[in-house]
Every structure is written in structure tokens, then in C-alpha cells.
């Protein structure tokens, strides 16, 4: 499976900005997706999982439950993370991941960076 972010901008604190992550290969959808993130200076850190096919299970990290959406489109091959009431301490390289076990990726996308300034 190969994995590809893209979408990383400059966005205000407060505002809200979107990641998409294309799948390509093997059937993406009888995988587990999600995301994973590093700051400048800290370790990479657990965002969110979807599971597979349907994605009716989805869990977040506590820093960004109740801000940030993670969806699928087995259409599109496509996940999504929807960040909303971004934070400067948001500001990362996201990573876009998937496994056949949720919270445990087995396939690395190439990161795409957030930067939320003023």
C-alpha cells in the first residue's frame, strides 16, 4: 500500500483546515487508517484511527477528540482528517498511516506539514 498526504498549509489559530491521504495497491479498504504527527522537537504521537471497510470505529488522541474528524471514501481510496479549532501546539508534520490493526500502522505515507501561526 503505498500512502500519499497532501494538503499541509499555513492556517490561523482557531481556523480549520482539512488532510486527505490517497491509498494506492493493495485494497486500501480492508485496512485500518489514521494519522499520526510530530512537532518540531517532540516524538511522533497517536491523532486518530478509522477502522476498515466501513469505518464504523474511529478513536482520537485526547489532545484533539472534539476538534479534529477522521472519515473514509472506500471510493476514492481517500481518508480524511478534519481539523477544526486549530491550536499552535497543532503544528506538526502529519503522517498518514494504515495496517491491518488499528493503532498499529504497518504502511507510512511521507508526512505533510501543518503550521497554524498568526
Known amino acids: 500500500v503505498q500512502l500519499q498526504a497532501s494538503g499541509g498549509g499555513l492556517v490561523q489559530p482557531g481556523g480549520f483546515w482539512r488532510l486527505p491521504c490517497v491509498a494506492s495497491?493493495?485494497?486500501?479498504?480492508?485496512?485500518?487508517m489514521g494519522w499520526f504527527r510530530q512537532a518540531p522537537g517532540k516524538e511522533r504521537e497517536f491523532v486518530a484511527v478509522?477502522?476498515?471497510?466501513?469505518?464504523?470505529?474511529?478513536d482520537y488522541a485526547d489532545s484533539v477528540k472534539g476538534r479534529f474528524t477522521i472519515s473514509r471514501d472506500n471510493a476514492k481510496n481517500t481518508v480524511y482528517l478534519q481539523m477544526n479549532s486549530l491550536k499552535p501546539e497543532d503544528t506538526a508534520v502529519y503522517y498518514c498511516?494504515?495496517?491491518?490493526?488499528?493503532?498499529?500502522?504497518?504502511?507510512w505515507g511521507q508526512g505533510t506539514v501543518v503550521t497554524v501561526s498568526s
Open positions: 498511516v494504515a495496517g491491518s490493526r488499528m493503532y498499529i500502522p504497518d504502511y
Open positions: 495497491g493493495r485494497t486500501s479498504s480492508s485496512y485500518a
Open positions: 478509522i477502522s476498515s471497510w466501513s469505518g464504523g470505529v474511529t
